[in-house]
């Protein structure tokens, strides 16, 4: 008999309920991808790419042009130079980025902070190389960070941070107070942080996002994990990268060359050109936003509170006003009955924390989120 690594991990709730909302012919609000098809000029790129031969492996860290371009571009938006030869590589999403930044610094018996709810692929990838998590939980409706608990927390057995903004599944920001509370924390110490900035362009309120780059106490200290899947649309591509400084990018890329070596040729490429027009990641925000505001105020006047969402394409509502069922039980019968399907957020918690609460997606075409308000004002 095989002894199972992960004994108690089922399967991906995004699996699971895109399966669910599928076999149930249900407008599919659970999992986070985009309802409408990416830009044609850059599925244009790809295909002159492909044309043009460049369908052979990429060099191990991904190719150069590609990381120029993102050595330039978090140099302008951040502030920070990263060396495109030492300092970045391109993954395949920013899953198998985090995946890998773990396994190259997580021993067995290291301690890793996460804050719950927590997204789901960072748990497994901590166990899977003997890490213990150690549970924290975002505090209050805005779900924010209690830093007076974290500094509590850490032990000499600390290894990691895990940080994640915009924050997937509440839509929440980590704010520059924030930033600096973590930068007094780790000062002095060995603790590595890992920052999942996959949504780092779709912030709302004019309000900014705040990279670990822009902290050189947290940025000598980081990895940091983008996806070009939420920035084009193109989650299926499963293209994304990791920066950190030269120590740590060495032991990632160690491990990175086992685990896939490297990445989809012609869609570097593209993505290296593509990236040059830097209006089609700085409009980001404003896009997501429209689309938040149109899904919010069409459910403005029925049961579910709206807890605010800062940033993501996520928002999360409250439906204890509706019923008592717990969240997973309610987001399957919104699923079965009311052909709505939506994520259940105390998957998110170790211990299932049910706050009745769920994430809805709202990266679909206006027509999608409308038919799926209607059905919300229902119930
Ligand atoms: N981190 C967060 C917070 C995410 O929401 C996602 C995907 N939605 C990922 C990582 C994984 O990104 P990718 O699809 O590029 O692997
Ligand atoms: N990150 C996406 C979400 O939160 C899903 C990614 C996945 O399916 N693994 O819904």
Redesign the pocket.
Known sequence: MIKSKLPNTPT?I??VM?QLASEQNAINL????PGFNCDRELISLVDRNMAMGKNQYAPMPGIIELREIISQKTQELYGKYYNPDTEITITSGA?QALYTAITSVINEGDEVIVFEPV???YIPAIKLNGGTPIYLQLKGDNYKIDWKEVEKSITPRTKMIVINSPH??TGSLLSEADLKHLEKIVKGSNIIILSDE?YEHIVFDNETHESVVKYPALAERSFVVSSFGKTFHT?GWKMGYCIAPQELMTEFRKVHQFIVYAVNTPIQYALAEYLQHKDKYLQLGKFYQEKRDFFVNQIRDSRFKIIKSEGTY?QLLDYSDISDMNDVKFSRKLTIENKIAS?PVSVFYHDAIDKKVL?F?FAKDNDVLEQAASKLRAL
Do not use: E, K, L, M
């Open positions: 991906s995004f699996a895109s659970s999992q986070g991808f899953t997204y789901d692929s997937n599944p996959v989650t996520f994520i994430r997606c």
